[in-house]
Each structure stands twice: as structure tokens, then as C-alpha cells.
């Protein structure tokens, strides 16, 4: 038996929940997200929680059981209180500023990177070196958190470019090192 996948998914205050066909529908004050899984899952409501279960006992309905689990949980509680990334511009002159829905960057190119936040993400500024990313579903929020940090990854020499919170990098010598 799946360790994550036999676990109960309480419902919180709030949010209500929806089983239509082979779809679970997880509304609440931040917002609505659907989660379509396989016929080798079921999924049933029980008073205030979610129950996930396989139909058999083979491989594929096994791989399945704690993964499909974890993503109806993710979006029961995304709807409730949403997912964060943060992120850090670190080297000189490298700034980010708002510009209506999307961010702005001045990473060292001779030309701006704007990026626009998708629908259901919200990406603030604070400070100039400060971007949070913030939405209800956790691998969008992910992903656009990758897809800002990879237009200028930290580099290993100096440590510039755009990192998550508390990445650390490791650094390397340089050719004063070799000595």
C-alpha cells in the first residue's frame, strides 16, 4: 500500500469539493482548479475528507496511487492559501520592475527581458532584487519561477544571476585558484 496514497485528504474550511466522472473540482476564495486522473484511480468523498484509491493491484494503478493523491492535494490546498516561490536578482545593475502583469528584467543584455505572467499567477517586485511568484496551482507557480530564473541562472565564479531564496551556489577558484 502506498505510504502518501492511503492517506486521508481533510478538506478545510471553505473550499468545496467536486467529483464529476474521472475529475476532481476543488473551489475556494482563491480561486478553482481541476484535477483530471485514470481510470486506475478512484477517488471518493467522505464527510469533511478525500479518499484516493487504485482499482487493482498492478504496476501502473500502484505508480499512480500517491502521485494522484498529492496532486488533489495540492489543488485543495492551493485554493485555499496559495503557493509561493520567491526569488533574488543578485549583481550589479541587474533589477526587475512591474509593468502591468509583467515583470520587466535588466539582466546584463542589451535588451530587456519581459516575461508575462500567465493567467492564474500573480508576480510581484519588491526592492528591485525582491520577485515573488504566487498562484493556487504549485507547478505552475513552479514553472514560471524556473522559466524567470533560467533567463540568467547564477554563474559559478561570481554568483550573479537570478537564484531562488536561500540557493546557495557553490563557488568556484577561478584562475587565481590554480596556483
Known amino acids: 500500500m502506498s505510504r502518501i496514497g492511503k492517506l486521508p485528504i481533510t478538506i478545510p474550511d471553505g473550499v468545496e469539493v467536486k467529483v464529476e ?3 476532481v473540482t476543488a473551489k475556494g476564495p482563491k480561486g478553482t482548479e481541476s484535477v483530471e486522473f485514470p481510470h486506475e484511480i478512484e477517488i471518493a468523498l467522505q464527510d469533511k475528507e478525500v479518499i484516493v484509491k487504485r482499482t487493482s493491484d498492478d ?5 499512480l496511487h500517491g502521485l494522484f493523491r498529492t496532486l488533489v492535494s495540492n489543488a485543495i490546498i492551493g485554493v485555499k492559501t496559495p ?4 526569488l533574488e536578482i543578485v ?7 512591474m509593468q502591468g502583469t509583467s515583470i520587466n528584467l535588466s539582466l546584463g543584455y542589451s535588451h530587456p ?3 508575462e505572467a500567465p493567467k492564474g499567477i500573480t508576480i510581484s517586485v519588491e526592492a ?3 520577485i515573488t511568484v504566487t498562484g493556487s496551482n504549485k507547478q505552475l507557480v513552479g514553472d514560471v519561477a524556473a522559466l524567470i530564473r533560467s533567463k540568467r541562472p547564477p554563474e559559478v565564479y561570481k ?6 531564496e536561500g540557493e546557495y551556489i557553490a ?4 584562475k587565481a585558484g590554480k596556483k
Open 21 to 23: 466522472g474521472n475529475v
Open 91 to 97: 549583481g550589479v545593475g541587474y533589477r526587475a520592475s
Open 159 to 164: 554568483g550573479k544571476g537570478v537564484r531562488y
Open 83 to 86: 503557493f509561493e516561490k520567491k
Open 128 to 130: 528591485n532584487t525582491k
Open 59 to 63: 504496476r501502473k494503478s500502484r505508480s
Open 113 to 115: 527581458v519581459i516575461i
Open 171 to 174: 563557488k568556484k577558484a577561478g
